[in-house]
């Protein structure tokens, strides 16, 4: 991959795919303009880090979507490398392209859990939140491919189900008489629960089984009873809740920068222009941002002390982890222990570490205990060892970069 140069090519433009395969980079003249115009406001040209924060801010206030396909452009490089660290692994479930379109189309996601307050590297964070993301979609389609029509009916639950049937455009009350047909097809419609993934289709005394079941039930059920359906009626309702359910938790994914029509542009290029440059001198002040660099400061300090404070057993095998990223197969086979060794010994060092931060964090930024800010320090701790480790691999644990 061609890296970009400059903060302007850095947050305009977007990778393209051919046969799978990275090709170039194409530039949106919406986003290029936008960038010209900010660095002409500034006084100086500052880091793609300061650019990305103040993306994320405005976004954050204004809701502004050129905001949003700023970031957008600025994560494609870690987006792309994750993507392909997939696709190399699962070749045989997803394509490159397939994995990069998975993560980028959840911008909106990253950027609602990020905060700047614990964490200062938007790139980091976006890789954990892409690589989360795409394999929770690679499972998801996994069991959805393995799955009959009839075996994913039996395994979604009813808020699923009525959310599906709202995205595809149903009434209340049709939902509700779907939603009672399909209680009465999971009750009596349960084949062999050992191999539910390959449910059949029921046979025809089940159908009428069914069919019969809701037309009773439908009397006390159903908050304005309907007439008595048939057989085929029922068949359908069900047919149409499980593709419903299909579209709704599998959906085909659409790239922001991909051709609408011919000649009609792409979806960046008609992104409404509600936006504000004002923000420039207003988001990060100089005062704002010399606190953060003092805190990073303080928090690199302090977990380093707490790594280097380690028996160097724990040492060598956060070196190895982290630092030569190796999986915790090798990270055994290189320390002459068991894999499950490792993993425990991983999870306890990392336990302990989020201990202390969260005890530090308490003590000197004031930070609360409660379980949300618990679990974004635990991430941002996982992001910090990535990027501490690949920083000083080579100069000993516990170095400073």
């Given at each position: 991959?061609?890296?970009?140069?400059?903060?302007?090519?850095?947050?305009?433009?977007?990778?393209?795919?051919?046969?799978?395969?990275?090709?170039?980079?194409?530039?949106?003249?919406?986003?290029?303009?936008?960038?010209?115009?900010?660095?002409?406001?500034?006084?100086?040209?500052?880091?793609?880090?300061?650019?990305?924060?103040?993306?994320?801010?405005?976004?954050?206030?204004?809701?502004?979507?050129?905001?949003?396909?700023?970031?957008?452009?600025?994560?494609?490089?870690?987006?792309?490398?994750?993507?392909?660290?997939?696709?190399?692994?699962?070749?045989?479930?997803?394509?490159?392209?397939?994995?990069?379109?998975?993560?980028?189309?959840?911008?909106?996601?990253?950027?609602?859990?990020?905060?700047?307050?614990?964490?200062?590297?938007?790139?980091?964070?976006?890789?954990?939140?892409?690589?989360?993301?795409?394999?929770?979609?690679?499972?998801?389609?996994?069991?959805?491919?393995?799955?009959?029509?009839?075996?994913?009916?039996?395994?979604?639950?009813?808020?699923?189900?009525?959310?599906?049937?709202?995205?595809?455009?149903?009434?209340?009350?049709?939902?509700?008489?779907?939603?009672?047909?399909?209680?009465?097809?999971?009750?009596?419609?349960?084949?062999?629960?050992?191999?539910?993934?390959?449910?059949?289709?029921p046979d025809v005394l089940t159908w009428e089984a069914i069919?019969?079941?809701?037309?009773?039930?439908?009397?006390?059920?159903?908050?304005?009873?309907?007439?008595?359906?048939?057989?085929?009626?029922?068949?359908?309702?069900?047919?149409?809740?499980?593709?419903?359910?299909?579209?709704?938790?599998?959906?085909?994914?659409?790239?922001?920068?991909?051709?609408?029509?011919?000649?009609?542009?792409?979806?960046?290029?008609?992104?409404?222009?509600?936006?504000?440059?004002?923000?420039?001198?207003?988001?990060?002040?100089?005062?704002?941002?010399?606190?953060?660099?003092?805190?990073?400061?303080?928090?690199?300090?302090?977990?380093?002390?707490?790594?280097?404070?380690?028996?160097?057993?724990?040492?060598?095998?956060?070196?190895?982890?982290?630092?030569?990223?190796?999986?915790?197969?090798?990270?055994?086979?290189?320390?002459?222990?068991?894999?499950?060794?490792?993993?425990?010994?991983?999870?306890?060092?990392?336990?302990?570490?989020?201990?202390?931060?969260?005890?530090?964090?308490?003590?000197?930024?004031?930070?609360?205990?409660?379980?949300?800010?618990?679990?974004?320090?635990?991430?941002?701790?996982?992001?910090?060892?990535?990027?501490?480790?690949?920083?000083?691999?080579?100069?000993?644990?516990?170095?400073?970069?």
């Amino acid at each position: 991959m061609q890296p970009r140069q400059g903060i302007v090519e850095i947050f305009s433009t977007f990778v393209q795919f051919e046969a799978d395969q990275f090709s170039g980079w194409a530039t949106d003249a919406k986003l290029r303009r936008s960038m010209k115009v900010c660095l002409t406001g500034s006084l100086t040209e500052k880091s793609d880090t300061f650019w990305a924060v103040y993306w994320y801010k405005v976004w954050q206030n204004e809701s502004s979507t050129v905001a949003i396909a700023h970031i957008s452009a600025y994560l494609q490089e870690v987006c792309y490398w994750t993507a392909r660290k997939f696709a190399l692994k699962f070749a045989t479930q997803s394509s490159l392209a397939d994995c990069f379109q998975m993560a980028i189309a959840h911008i909106n996601k990253i950027l609602k859990t990020f905060n700047p307050q614990y964490s200062s590297h938007l790139k980091s964070y976006a890789e954990l939140a892409f690589e989360s993301i795409i394999k929770d979609v690679l499972r998801l389609r996994k069991e959805a491919n393995i799955c009959s029509d009839w075996a994913l009916l039996h395994k979604l639950s009813r808020k699923r189900l009525v959310q599906s049937l709202q995205n595809a455009g149903f009434n209340a009350q049709s939902i509700e008489s779907y939603i009672l047909a399909w209680e009465c097809f999971k009750e009596l419609h349960t084949g062999d629960n050992t191999k539910i993934r390959q449910l059949t289709k029921p046979d025809v005394l089940t159908w009428e089984a069914i069919t019969n079941l809701y037309n009773v039930e439908r009397l006390s059920r159903l908050s304005s009873p309907t007439a008595a359906v048939n057989q085929k009626t029922i068949e359908s309702w069900i047919l149409s809740s499980a593709k419903a359910a299909r579209t709704f938790l599998y959906p085909k994914i659409v790239s922001a920068d991909a051709p609408l029509k011919e000649d009609d542009g792409n979806l960046l290029e008609i992104l409404p222009a509600n936006w504000q440059t004002s923000l420039l001198t207003e988001i990060i002040e100089q005062e704002e941002a010399a606190n953060a660099r003092n805190q990073q400061a303080q928090l690199n300090e302090f977990l380093h002390q707490a790594i280097a404070a380690m028996d160097a057993k724990s040492q060598q095998l956060l070196q190895a982890y982290y630092g030569q990223k190796l999986t915790q197969t090798e990270v055994a086979a290189q320390l002459e222990i068991k894999q499950y060794t490792v993993s425990r010994r991983l999870s306890s060092i990392k336990k302990s570490l989020l201990l202390t931060l969260t005890q530090w964090s308490q003590n000197t930024l004031h930070i609360s205990h409660k379980s949300d800010v618990i679990d974004t320090i635990n991430t941002s701790l996982e992001e910090w060892l990535k990027v501490q480790y690949s920083h000083t691999f080579g100069a000993g644990v516990g170095s400073r970069e």
